[in-house]
């Protein structure tokens, strides 16, 4: 038998457990006070709905799964690949949350502020830092256009982190129609525009040149990118220098109010600024896009944004949307790796009893249980051995039931 | 779009997942509290470990998983449908566990108490109360054969029951061996044991002549079934016949020795009996069997058993062990239809905002968090139409920022 789980998924150790539920828990209590809740659906969705989905390259990620019986053996028979699934694994919780809404939105009050956290799983390459099975944490407000949404998503999940004691981040937000507005009027043209997204998106990273370089390589018109790259020395890009900018100065304004009003709630606890060359990879989005940067550890830690029209396009119905998912993995190795404390865990004793004397270890656990999270065990060969192995596992101490007259201390 | 969930799966609603939610919280922590502790596996498991695995009739109910790219390719031009798939969906928590315990038992004390609450996956032909993505809820202890083992797992699954409210159950208990012992004792062939068991477990509902029919039907030797008959007359067996019936004592006086621990330690709480006609499905178990039945809702919430060859078979060395598993889809559907009321909820409120007012309705909606789940909404066109979903969706109360200077509690 294979003794390691398959290539980009994870045992978890007891003391990883402990920490993930932890995490879990915390966030969940956060979204809960601010009157979210949490929604299921099954990590198994019908394979046509998935596909049909505005995935974008995560379609190619998929996990199918196979028919079975006379199906499979029709399937086989038709010669055609795609025949032969008729599941599949969902790749993320947007495309469940969006079913989900359209089946069930008669029993539930709109707008709907709903939570989501579980399993996710995608076909990736195994290589570090990618998994094939991972957890998304999110929060959604479907059936609303106010951007009163915006607001509480960010003050929500930024409450969420200061829980679990991340608090060295900051918040970057876009509204993808400046950038489109800004990009049409240097000349590109509307079916270019995603692609010089991306290419914009790496701004950062590579300077004007080099984004002017791959435009150049992937053979936009000269003048835009000329245009592209005088409008580039105007930088940096304030919400002010943006309303000369743009001719549309809605979103603009719109994103003024989302960071006055986060300020004004959340006082000066992190900072929220925007950030014209923020794309995030979703196709879907439409509006405003953001993302929590921690300033302590590299990168994003969480994302989301507006995305108006997904839902309407499966469910024949406009819904209005935004969403907050928490890089729930990320989070998990930072804390891990920084050595995190779970602050008031319960320590844990162990409880040595004689074989043939179940009920005293019995009657001591118990009484020791006011207190501590106890475990049992009968008297081991090796004692000084076994006290060891409990160290190592994060025991904090121990009674010899018979011998004790107090919780012996591990150290 | 397919707006209903997979076939045997289920979307939940939040009053479901928060009673679901309260459930495995509660289960966790009395496990957590006896020293027991949680580990996780993935949901996906590689094919060739499902499929060795000695998981009996499960083994045809696997979803299995496509292989992708280049490996799909070749599988297909093998024209070999068993190449097709490389991973497949866990059908139960005892693979993945056995896997686990060889991978990570030396970090890990022995033996090893631990919990596993997870969802598992059956390509079920979808029925009423079957579902294809259910959760378990799984204590074990691995690495010790003391009796002392089976006693424990007894008393803290009650106890996990009794925290969850469910106090109405009696627990059956029954050594396999013994039942062997017996049938081989009436003339029936080793190889034919598994197959007697099988209809034995029946007499409950068809008696002794139901019994005989079936066994005749069977073709089984006509010595055998009559000289089974004429024990079948000794009933009901008490351990002290089985004494006198069995030629091997010794599983005899660890059921007494089980038995008479449980109730020394737990008083008289609940029942515990032993029950001949209790075989239990799986296959691997080896000795001690046991079931809690609810006396107040018909049939079994929980089961689990000895099965000390399992793991030897796997890892090439040999590992005591023993499990007892919750029924927990059982448990969900039997509180959430008896109208169970989660203790000590904390009650939902609305706050009721003016859009341009963001800011007020935060103030106020965070000044009544100290005391309730608090969600804000703009206000909403239709008032009246808008609090009447409020309170069908279980909310306790609202507040209109400006007008209310009290909650006003919804009836």
Redesign the interface.
Same mark, same amino acid.
């Given at each position: 038998?294979? &003794?390691?789980?398959?290539k980009g /998924? $994870?045992?978890?150790?007891?003391s990883?457990?402990?920490l993930?539920?932890y995490l879990q828990?915390t966030i969940?209590k956060v979204y809960?006070?601010?009157?979210? #809740?949490? &929604?299921? /659906?099954?990590?198994?969705?019908?394979i046509?709905?998935l596909d049909?989905s505005d995935g974008g390259d995560n379609l190619n990620l998929i996990?199918? &799964?196979?028919k079975?019986g006379e199906k499979?053996e029709k399937a086989?028979e038709s010669g055609n690949?795609k025949e032969? +699934?008729d599941?599949g694994?969902r790749y993320d919780l947007t495309l469940p949350l /969006?079913?989900?809404y359209?089946?069930?939105k008669d029993?539930?009050? +709109?707008?709907m502020?709903?939570i989501q956290i579980d399993?996710v799983?995608r076909?990736e390459r195994p290589q570090k830092g990618r998994l094939?099975?991972f957890v998304q944490c999110d929060i959604d407000i479907l059936g609303?256009d +106010?951007a $009163?949404c915006e607001?509480?998503l960010i003050?929500v999940t930024a409450q969420a982190l200061q829980a679990i004691s991340l608090k060295d981040f900051k918040i970057k937000i876009n509204d993808r129609r400046l950038l489109k507005g800004m990009l049409l009027k240097c000349g590109f043209e509307a079916d270019q525009l995603d692609s010089v997204c991306i290419s914009f998106d790496k701004l950062d990273k590579i300077g004007p040149e080099g984004v002017s370089e791959e435009l150049t390589e992937k053979e936009f018109s000269k003048e835009a990118i000329e245009s592209l790259m005088k409008v580039l020395e105007q930088r940096p890009f304030t919400l002010d220098k943006m309303s000369e900018l743009c001719e549309d100065t809605a979103p603009v304004e719109n994103l003024k109010y989302i960071i006055n /009003?986060v300020k004004?709630?959340t006082g000066d606890s992190f900072e929220v600024e925007f950030d014209l060359s923020l794309v995030r990879g979703q196709g879907y989005y439409t509006g405003t896009v953001f993302e929590v940067e921690s300033t302590k550890f590299r990168g994003a830690i969480s994302g989301g944004g507006r995305y108006d029209n997904l839902i309407g396009k499966? &469910?024949g119905q406009s819904v209005p949307a935004v969403g907050f998912s928490i890089g729930f993995e990320r989070i998990f190795s930072i804390l891990s790796e920084s050595g995190f404390e779970i602050p008031e865990k319960?320590k844990?004793v162990?409880v040595l009893y004689n074989?043939e004397d179940?009920?005293s270890g019995?009657?001591k656990?118990n009484e020791l #249980?006011a207190e501590y999270?106890?475990? +049992?065990?009968?008297m081991p060969k090796k004692t000084s051995k076994?006290l060891n192995?409990?160290q190592?596992?994060g025991y904090y101490g121990f009674w010899i039931v018979g011998q004790s007259e107090e919780v012996n201390v591990l150290s």
């Open positions: 038998m294979k &003794i390691s789980s398959v /998924t $994870n045992d978890y150790l007891p990883e457990v402990e993930r539920d828990s969940l809960e006070k601010n009157g979210f #809740r949490r &929604i299921m /659906t099954p990590a198994i969705e019908d046509e709905n049909k996990f199918k &799964i196979l079975r499979l086989l690949e032969l +699934s599941l694994l /969006t079913r989900y359209a089946g069930n029993k539930l009050p +709109s707008p502020k709903c399993k799983y076909a094939r099975e609303s +106010s $009163n607001v509480e003050c /009003t004004a709630v499966f &469910i319960a844990k162990a074989k179940y009920a019995a009657a656990a #249980r999270d106890v475990c +049992s065990f009968e076994f192995k409990l190592e596992c």
